[in-house]
């Protein structure tokens, strides 16, 4: 069998099984909703692996195997039950449909938008965070002025934009984005951040560079109007506090380390005031 990303689902045109987590108690490897999809030959996404998803996996080739129409509930203490070190309690209902269209039209894959990330500078660290980001459940755009280098690899699940003026495309950017500032000249650099913190819409705004870039452009955006809370939002060095080199792929991955991390603190929050709401 093969391992394979769950958006690709939707393209399976035969029977295919759900197994999702619909309750939880204790240590557990993933949360409650989350889902994987089995058919014959491949799986697509995960419930956290290890012996939990074997036994799972085998159960639901059964459902293939025996026409299983009925739905069926696994009750699995990963402790005691299955050795797994975790310790806590898993509840899978296993579903049965009749194409992967089918199989996620009621998840939050089929109704989610992924967030767009728009990279300006297509240099030697642009190229390496959009290598590394494709499969990461953003949006990837890249920007640059240098066609040379903007085109140099030409991914299918990245857009390409030439722009001589980068900023002055920030308008007509998606609002609540994620933008990264890697350019080739400062000054290109100022004019988009001017530009995003004027347009007043991002989710996360990283800058590469020094502290002391940073504070000198804060300086500037200071004289340009902007407050100081909306200046201080701006990461800059970007990336995860770690020791690395100049290697452009080291860097690579500590930014989109905290993309991520960024990412999924958001979802958090936004999940705790849902809870709240509904109290």
Request: glycine share 6%; net charge positive; hydrophobic share 35%.
């Amino acid at each position: 069998m093969k391992f394979k990303k769950i958006n690709q689902v939707k393209d399976y045109k035969k029977d295919i099984v759900k197994a999702k987590i619909i309750h939880t108690e204790g240590s557990v490897p993933r949360e409650t909703g989350d889902f994987m999809l089995i058919n014959a030959k491949d799986i697509f996404g995960s419930i956290g692996g290890g012996h939990l998803e074997f036994l799972v996996i085998n159960k639901a080739k059964d459902f293939l195997k025996y026409k299983i129409k009925k739905n069926q509930i696994l009750n699995i203490p990963l402790g005691p039950g299955i050795g797994q070190c975790c310790g806590g309690y898993v509840q899978i209902e296993l579903s049965h449909y009749i194409n992967g269209e089918e199989s996620i039209i009621a998840e939050k894959i089929y109704t989610n938008i992924n967030q767009n990330l728009f990279i300006f500078g297509a240099g030697h660290i642009g190229q390496a965070i959009i290598l590394k980001s494709i499969d990461l459940n953003f949006n990837v755009h890249l920007i640059d002025s240098r066609k040379n280098l903007l085109f140099m690899n030409e991914y299918k699940d990245v857009d390409y934009i030439f722009a001589q003026q980068p900023w002055q495309l920030i308008r007509n950017l998606s609002p609540n984005s994620y933008y990264l500032i890697l350019t080739h000249n400062h000054d290109y650099d100022f004019k988009i951040i001017n530009e995003i913190l004027s347009y007043k819409s991002f989710e996360f705004l990283g800058l590469i560079g020094s502290k002391t870039k940073k504070n000198r452009f804060s300086s500037r955006l200071r004289n340009n109007g902007h407050h100081q809370n909306l200046i201080n939002l701006i990461e800059c060095p970007v990336g995860l506090n770690i020791k690395h080199n100049k290697e452009p792929n080291e860097i690579a991955i500590s930014i989109i380390a905290k993309l991520i991390d960024h990412r999924n603190n958001l979802n958090i929050k936004n999940s705790k005031i849902k809870k709240e709401a509904n109290v």
